[in-house]
């Protein structure tokens, strides 16, 4: 089985820069998809029911054009839900937790810690939130999948000027201290347990300065498992080539 995640930044400019065509040819069982910035009901047939997928959708009820995130699987889940329970999580769009069966697959667009690092404090609670979620999965004996743009790196590895971003959200050491935290908690970063010491795979680079031609980058995606699912987990990796927003996707192959 093949799951892709992907931060689209704006599905419906993704869909003009090929998404549907990518789609088809990669033809994963499971694509999570963030920060569409939009609502379902905004959408094409195309988008919403591509060939062979259903699509689940989850949107900003307090913004329009912002957040979001969206599931295309070949085969529904048992049961689906985009809530937290709790208001302040529950209204931006940024979950969908998909019971599989034989895996809970958690598709997340976690917070931006935001400009000045105002929003630091809204996403350290949503991470503790979200930990406490996945956690009561785990005790009821189910295995667990945690894909999706965390917006943090987690060491100086995941990051091409890690000095220069210390003081900056998305590596500030209360943001990485949290990722040492879940894996802590028994969660593996797949990336890292395939590729443990190989620098200079990263998964976000910025527009505006041209980032991504020099290879400046962070990586802010991830597959994260609980440890006794880790021996179903054949591959995991970076498709750093696939162009159409500011990131590419990530994959994991599972048996």
């Not at 049961?79 to 937290?84: A, E």
């Not at 597959?223 to 994991?252: A, E, M, T």
Request: aromatic share 14%; net charge positive.
């Amino acid at each position: 089985m093949k799951i892709i995640s992907w931060n689209v930044n704006g599905i419906r400019a993704s869909e003009k820069k090929g998404f549907l065509n990518w789609l088809k040819k990669e033809s994963p069982d499971i694509l999570c998809v963030q920060e569409t910035k939009c609502a379902p009901e905004q959408l094409n047939e195309n988008l919403l029911n591509p060939l062979g997928y259903q699509s689940f959708w989850s949107a900003s009820t307090i913004r329009k054009g912002y957040s979001g995130v969206a599931v295309y699987a070949k085969k529904s889940p048992k049961s689906i839900t985009d809530k937290l329970e709790k208001k302040e999580f529950d209204c931006e769009g940024r979950q969908l937790i998909c019971d599989f069966g034989k895996f809970v697959l958690c598709n997340v667009y976690f917070p931006n810690g935001g400009q000045g690092n105002k929003r630091v404090p809204y996403k350290m609670r949503f991470y503790e939130k979200f930990l406490n979620t996945i956690e009561s999965y785990v005790e009821k004996g189910k295995n667990v999948i945690v894909t999706g743009d965390v917006n943090t790196a987690h060491t100086e590895i995941d990051l091409a000027r890690p000095k220069g971003n210390e003081e900056n959200t998305g590596f500030l050491p209360k943001e990485r201290a949290w990722i040492s935290k879940l894996i802590k908690k028994g969660y593996v970063d797949t990336f890292r347990y395939f590729h443990p010491d190989e620098p200079h795979h990263y998964t976000y680079w910025d527009y505006k300065t041209g980032a991504r031609a020099r290879n400046v980058g962070w990586r802010l995606d991830y597959f994260f498992v609980n440890k006794k699912f880790l021996p179903r987990v054949k591959k995991s990796y970076i498709l750093k080539d696939v162009l159409g927003s500011d990131h590419c996707p990530i994959g994991l192959e599972i048996k």
